[in-house]
């Protein structure tokens, strides 16, 4: 299936740190979605990035996307403790125009005080 | 800013009831799915709505669920008979559906945690 894939699966940092997390993915996409999920509570719609675009920035995000790798990041600059959630990145099948996403376990980030 | 908003927050239900979760998805949007995370574990995507019938729905959406946009506003999920592994969050997301792609972002909303006993 097309789920993207999160690394690390944990990741604990200093407020003011910036936070990078991975993802990768299996087939081509229309596009790819970051959310945010903080524990127990709905999934926040983070940024989008179409596939014919490299790099997207949103306040303190920046996302990438290496197609030819098949992979994305997403940055947090000048992290915060309210950052602390799980980050999880889903990707849009080429091939459907119905909009399925595919999650994976995410990426547990931590900002500690 | 438009939102998509779920009710009720929390269902306890005996094991064999059935329930319904409602949700009311961005007005002018077009698609509509449902997801469920059980506890610990991964978001699954159940099934995709689109121009008042299911588009796609995955092999957990079996015989006992079934989706209906009952007027302008609302869509939910019933879930006929309710086994104790459906205890999960159920999320309901929306997206426009720009020109019949995927280019568009789809926004979920807070889920109904479901608990099943």
């Known amino acids: 299936s097309q789920q993207g894939e999160e690394d690390p699966q944990a990741l604990s940092i200093q407020e003011g740190e910036n936070a990078t997390m991975n993802c990768s993915y299996k087939?081509?996409?229309?596009?790819l979605q970051w959310y945010r999920q903080n524990s127990g509570r709905g999934l926040v719609h983070l940024i989008l990035?179409?596939?014919?675009?490299r790099e997207k920035h949103s306040g303190r995000l920046r996302v990438t996307l290496d197609t030819s790798k098949k992979s994305s990041s997403l940055l947090i600059t000048a992290s915060r403790a309210a950052d602390t959630a799980s980050y999880f990145c889903a990707p849009a099948d080429r091939g459907s125009t119905l909009g399925r996403l595919y999650f994976g376990r995410g990426t547990q980030l931590t900002v500690w005080p | 800013e438009p939102e998509v908003t779920q009710t009720p927050s929390h269902q306890v239900t005996q094991m064999g009831q059935e329930v319904i979760l409602r949700c009311v998805p961005i007005s002018n949007h077009l698609y509509f799915y449902w997801y469920r995370q059980i506890l610990g574990q991964k978001v699954e995507f159940l099934v995709s709505f689109y121009n008042n019938e299911i588009s796609e729905k995955s092999e957990i959406f079996d015989d006992q669920f079934s989706v209906e946009r009952p007027d302008g506003s609302n869509f939910t999920l019933k879930i006929r008979s309710t086994k104790l592994e459906d205890s999960a969050m159920y999320f309901c997301?929306?997206?426009?559906?720009?020109?019949?792609?995927?280019?568009?972002?789809?926004?979920f909303g807070p889920g109904t945690r479901l608990t099943v006993l």
């Open positions: 997301a929306s997206r426009r559906g720009l020109a019949g792609t995927t280019t568009d972002t789809q926004y």
């Open positions: 990035i179409r596939s014919n675009e």
């Open positions: 087939t081509s996409i229309n596009n």
